[in-house]
């Protein structure tokens, strides 16, 4: 009876409702198809958001630090135009009872084949310096690479690693001693810090070294200038290092037969390039170090003092 039931009038009613839920089972399979396609494609559009707003947020930080870089650069710019001259520059050149004298208060260019005129290149307002920043002990000036002329900062540790000569917090720092050394460059190996810019500021082009060829040779010879006197330094020596932490990276007061070996087997081995060097007991070296594309590399910069020339009182 129940099945005559099933099979007779309520028949229908059953084929209707198998075929009512095959219908839903469709518009149910439909629906979950759009729901995960409408996923996937909310997926994918957040995915896309998230990378433009990325992009976006670099291309800005790119455009800050580019405006900032150019703004450090101005301004160094300027601080060499106001406290430094040129022995040729007379025109931009401050009065003579401003400058730091260097041959008896005269200011006279030497003659090219003088082999003291190395230290006529440029002249540095220290007394001015000094109001800006008592920190400002000196400064280096490549004498074939022009660029590289910057103050020399000196606080006893890492200050200026991101600060400017004002003591302002600045992308570019400074280019400062290790605080590990003495600042009037007494010690038988000196550090000196820069950062490695994009724009070629500050330590930029210490890169050229190994990537230019014969850039070494047409750029040997760089000046620390003090209060007290000029230094003129010999590159002989450049390379990577893997570490700021011991090796290269170890200041030294007074040369020894332990400093010889150092100079030898550490900061002569594996220099891309062999010059030589004879190390005695007035014997000065500075280390130059710079930032590497690779956060674990460093680019260092060896030169050993070959003349120097006191300021007269």
Request: aromatic fraction near 12%; proline fraction near 2%.
């Amino acid at each position: 009876m129940a099945i005559c039931y099933i099979g007779g009038m309520k028949k229908d009613r059953y084929e209707s409702f198998k075929n009512n839920i095959k219908q839903i089972g469709k518009k149910a399979w439909k629906l979950t198809e759009v729901i995960a396609r409408n996923k996937k494609d909310a997926v994918i559009a957040l995915i896309c958001v998230a990378l433009v707003t990325v992009a976006v947020i670099s291309i800005v930080r790119i455009v800050y630090l580019h405006s900032v870089e150019i703004k450090q650069e101005q301004e160094i710019q300027a601080l060499q135009e106001e406290y430094t001259s040129g022995s040729g520059d007379t025109a931009s050149m401050p009065d003579e009872s401003e400058l730091v004298k260097k041959t008896d208060g005269d200011l006279e260019t030497e003659p090219e084949d003088d082999p003291n005129a190395w230290y006529h290149d440029i002249d540095v307002d220290f007394a001015g310096l000094k109001e800006q920043n008592e920190d400002i002990v000196g400064w280096i000036y490549f004498e074939d690479e022009e660029s590289i002329s910057y103050p020399l900062l000196y606080s006893g540790d890492d200050y200026y690693l991101w600060r400017n000569y004002l003591k302002e917090e600045e992308t570019a720092g400074s280019i400062y001693i290790d605080g590990n050394n003495n600042p009037d460059l007494s010690d038988a190996h000196t550090l000196i810090y820069g950062h490695n810019m994009r724009n070629l500021s500050m330590f930029g082009n210490l890169k050229f070294y190994k990537t230019e060829e014969d850039y070494f040779e047409n750029h040997r010879h760089f000046q620390l200038i003090t209060e007290t006197g000029a230094y003129r330094y010999e590159i002989f020596a450049y390379k990577d290092v893997s570490t700021l932490t011991g090796g290269i990276y170890t200041t030294w007061k007074y040369v020894d037969d332990d400093f010889k070996d150092f100079v030898e087997n550490t900061i002569c081995q594996g220099s891309y390039v062999d010059a030589d060097i004879d190390v005695d007991d007035e014997t000065h070296i500075v280390t130059l170090s710079t930032c590497s594309y690779d956060s674990d590399v460093r680019f260092t910069v060896s030169a050993v003092r070959v003349d120097e020339h006191e300021w007269n009182p």
